[in-house]
């Protein structure tokens, strides 16, 4: 059953608004990975978390991996059109090799 | 540099039929991983390999099975198809190892079983 809590599931924003979504889990992760998802399209992956703590940009695009291993945040600042999409968090048990468990996922949707 | 790819992108398929899905991972990966997207749903976790050994196991049906060939590509084979079986086909690929690292999703089978 899926052990990542992600909210919130869906939202709509205001287009240059900055947007944030959390990923919670009662599992400690090793690594946290944020992945984007067009409809029909593959995830494509945009962050990986390491460390305890790490706090990692790429472009517009920013996310954390908690102190304690249980949860990770991103964040995206002044939101376009194209950032519309499904965002997930995934996470990987180290003892349970490099298989990634999905959050459920968060719906952004922009108004123009 | 090419990233995962996947044949066929859509397929469809008549229950109680067989398919065989293709997954060609990023060159010099040696890791795989298929997973199983319902329309509205996560990817769920099938079944991954690496140096051609199958490493983790998730929800895959018995009907199901899978392969990872000498050049690293790899196979999904369904069989006895039901109409539950419709979904996208996810495969990633990444460097496998005891160290954990970036997966990198191709762009997806979509199956149809009718």
């Known amino acids: 059953g899926q052990q990542l809590n992600q909210s919130p599931q869906s939202m709509f924003i205001q287009e240059g608004e900055d947007v944030s979504m959390n990923c919670t889990s009662s599992?400690?992760?090793?690594?946290w990975l944020w992945y984007k998802q067009d409809p029909g399209e593959g995830p494509v992956l945009l962050i990986a978390?390491?460390?305890?703590?790490e706090l990692t940009s790429n472009g517009r695009l920013t996310a954390q991996f908690g102190i304690t291993r249980k949860d990770s945040f991103l964040n995206i600042s002044a939101s376009i059109p194209s950032d519309v999409g499904i965002y997930f968090c995934?996470?990987?048990?180290?003892?349970?090799?490099?298989?990634?468990?999905f959050g459920g996922g968060t719906r952004l949707m922009v108004k123009p | 540099a090419a990233g995962v790819i996947q044949s066929p992108r859509h397929l469809i398929k008549e229950k109680r039929e067989t398919a065989t899905l293709k997954c060609y991972p990023i060159s010099r990966h040696d890791t795989v991983y298929w997973y199983q997207q319902g329309p509205g749903q996560d990817p769920q976790f099938l079944i991954s390999?690496?140096?051609?050994?199958?490493?983790d196991k998730g929800s895959i049906p018995d009907r199901f099975s899978a392969q990872q060939f000498s050049d690293y590509h790899s196979e999904l084979n369904m069989s006895s198809l039901e109409l539950g079986d419709s979904a996208l086909y996810f495969c990633a690929s990444s460097l496998g190892g005891p160290k954990n690292t970036e997966a990198f999703f191709g762009q997806g089978t979509r199956l149809t079983v009718v």
């Open positions: 599992s400690i992760f090793n690594t």
């Open positions: 390999f690496y140096e051609k050994m199958q490493s």
């Open positions: 995934a996470g990987q048990l180290g003892n349970a090799g490099n298989m990634l468990t």
């Open positions: 978390l390491y460390k305890a703590g």
